[in-house]
């Protein structure tokens, strides 16, 4: 079975930051894109950001662009979300995600549409509040 597993969350002041880490087995890890998205209390559940199963591109949402930075050790099986300036609209449950099957660009509208029709494997989520 494929499992992932966050950690890294926690409690941080406005203009803070926090390194989010997923550790992945069940697959060969370097032959699949991976990504994060989060969901905030009350909100759907919405798109963070991306990598190639290399680590040669990425890709991000718009509300995070500059403030956040994916990246992946393939050797380790571990991928992060290096994330600073965090504000408080970034509170949320943030989840690694793995595509069923390959993408050769996992955009946004790849990933989103992977996600929406159930062809991502999940962790259960680790939680970032951002609060004064």
């Known amino acids: 079975q494929v499992l992932l597993v966050e950690s890294g969350g926690g409690l941080v002041q406005p203009g803070g930051s926090l390194r989010l880490s997923c550790a992945a087995s069940g697959r060969t890890f370097s032959n699949y894109a991976m990504g994060w998205f989060r969901q905030a209390p009350g909100k759907k559940r919405e798109f963070v950001a991306s990598i190639t199963k290399d680590g040669s591109n990425t890709y991000y949402a718009d509300f995070v662009k500059g403030r956040f930075t994916i990246s992946r050790d393939n050797a380790k099986n571990s991928m992060s979300l290096q994330m600073a300036n965090l504000q408080s609209e970034d509170t949320a449950v943030y989840f690694c995600?793995?595509?069923?099957?390959?993408?050769?660009?996992?955009?946004?509208?790849?990933?989103?549409?992977?996600?929406?029709?159930?062809?991502?494997?999940w962790g259960h989520g680790t939680q970032v509040t951002v609060s004064s």
């Open positions: 995600a793995s595509p069923f099957m390959p993408l050769r660009t996992p955009d946004v509208q790849a990933m989103e549409l992977m996600a929406r029709t159930n062809h991502t494997y």
